[in-house]
């Protein structure tokens, strides 16, 4: 018996960027999953044509499974715009149908409806002018689950970075101000953090016993405290915590030598204290096929490693390399 094939959610994202042309993009390939876009279809239509791709769209019905998809073939769950959208330009009036593409996929992934979840970018900016907080899917997510989660970032699939040269890139905060950061470093958090982190790196990576790299906060890991305490106060702490539980924690590191090739040889995962500290390396080593991936949901969700690229959307010329490495993590890890 031929088995049916695993339902990833594919949410359209920001419809002025070039979300959709991503995801026209990505259904002309023959990923053997069933890619369940959700979003304005003419709005994906549209971004397919203007990218010479070619695509068979049929409405999505949730009781109909398949064994075998056609390249150019998508499903999708229809979602209407608010206002039309034009390429390059953004509109607060879509933030609503942006946010219901959201909720639609976590609802379904929830259910187990949807094996997971792939996220084209949104934009942040234009969310919030329309009224409403929203600081990132990752934060999205966690929220509607209930759940403590952890971005991270990853270069490559499959074994750990000692043995298959991924980079890994967790955040112990996400979407802060620089200068909120060392008020959110605390020891429970960085627990709860590092906790997630070891646990999926197990459960979903298969990296039997993960080896971790904590950076510290202040440059020089905070010299023994002439540069900071948060190292010493908070940070080291949580390492003996969870070294006390028998995971494998290597830190404070100062941020400046651990990403050194031979340093992350070591290591199967990073944790930076904030965005900027890691992200910039790791999209250095492999901007536009690197995944960012929600740890410590209850489903798989993985997105691309770049924005909504108003610039180049309704050109045709967007590159779908992230959202293609997306796709296959997500189905590599839900169907594990």
Partial sequence: MVSALARL?????EPAGIGPELIAKLAATDVAADLIAIGDPDLIAAAARAAGV????????????????????LRVVPMSLGVAATPGTLDPRNAPYVLATLARAADGATSGEFAAIVTAPVHKGVI????????????????????DVVMML???????ARNGGALRVALATTHLPLAAVPAAIRRASLVRTLRI???DLIARFRI????????GLNPHAGESGHLGREEIDEIAPAIAQMRAAGFD???PLPADTAFVPAQLARFDAVLAMYHDQGLPVLKHAGFGHAVNVTLGLPYVRTSVDHGTALDVAGSGNADAGSLIAATNLALELATR
Avoid: K
């Fill in 154 to 160: 990853t270069t490559g699939t499959g074994a750990g």
């Fill in 128 to 147: 919030n002018d329309a009224g409403v907080a929203f600081t990132g899917h990752t934060e999205f997510f966690a929220q509607r689950a209930s759940r």
């Fill in 208 to 215: 039997a016993a993960p080896r971790i790299a904590v950076l």
């Fill in 249 to 251: 924690l290597v830190g």
């Fill in 9 to 13: 959610a594919l949410t359209a994202g």
């Fill in 54 to 73: 070619e695509l068979r769209i049929e409405t999505y019905a949730p009781d109909s499974r398949i064994t075998a998809r056609a390249p150019h073939s």
């Fill in 197 to 199: 982190l070891c646990d």
